[in-house]
């Protein structure tokens, strides 16, 4: 995020390419404000998120003392752990510390059935069925929150603008396939893939949020 390199060519006596040069620098001190903004946005929320998220897991793990092990109140707690890791996560990357970012080996089977499970309760909402096949076992070294937050973005948005009934999910080795019926997207779109808050004129039902595959 250093000062571009075409700042210094040099524009002597060519009124165009200065008038060029001089956009160039603007778009790209642009982009790096935006980008500074986004990271400190993300760094404050992930912040001011700890507490609250401290103040839930202690009155569940309250509830517990009082009540048992309430299968809800387990989840719920799971969920809240869940959460606190991608916080942490989140303020890591916010912060420039991406070294910081834990990662371990991690069973791609056991991470995709729990995501399965956890929006169950959604796709039976939504009247559909998740099939999710293993087809090869994988390990692979990563940072579990991150990866959770991927695959559970995919999945929740596969569930919610398909317009089939079934979810398919496949683990083939180092390779995931997550298959629905939904409203897909045009050859245009599709070059576009990686251009962050993506929208498809063509669809009413495309939310323009998120930064694209990037």
């Known amino acids: ?54 103040v839930l897991r202690g009155n569940v793990q309250l509830c517990q003392s009082r009540y048992g092990q309430d299968k809800a109140l387990t989840r719920l707690l799971n969920t809240i752990d869940d959460m606190q890791l991608l916080v942490d996560t989140l303020l890591a990357v916010a912060r420039k510390k991406t070294q910081a970012i834990p990662q371990q080996q991690v069973q791609l089977s056991e991470l995709l059935q729990q995501l399965v499970d956890d929006v169950q309760p959604l796709a039976t909402a939504r009247n559909m069925q998740i099939k999710l096949s293993l087809v090869t076992e994988a390990t692979r070294q990563l940072n579990t929150a991150m990866a959770c937050m991927v695959f559970n973005n995919i999945i ?53 949020k998120g930064h694209g595959i990037v």
Do not use: C, W
């Open 1 to 54: 995020l250093t000062s571009p390199s075409f700042e210094k060519v040099a524009t002597v006596g060519n009124v165009e390419a200065e008038h060029l040069k001089q956009a160039l620098v603007h778009y790209h001190h642009t982009v790096l404000d935006f980008i500074k903004r986004e990271q400190q946005f993300t760094g404050d929320v992930s912040h001011e998120l700890r507490t609250p998220l401290a």
């Open 156 to 208: 929740r948005n596969a569930l919610n603008y398909s317009e089939g009934r079934t979810l398919d999910i496949v683990l083939d080795g180092q390779r995931v396939i997550i298959a629905d019926d939904g409203i897909g997207l045009t050859g245009e779109v599709r070059e576009l893939l990686t251009n962050p808050a993506l929208i498809d004129d063509d669809s009413q039902k495309y939310k323009p």
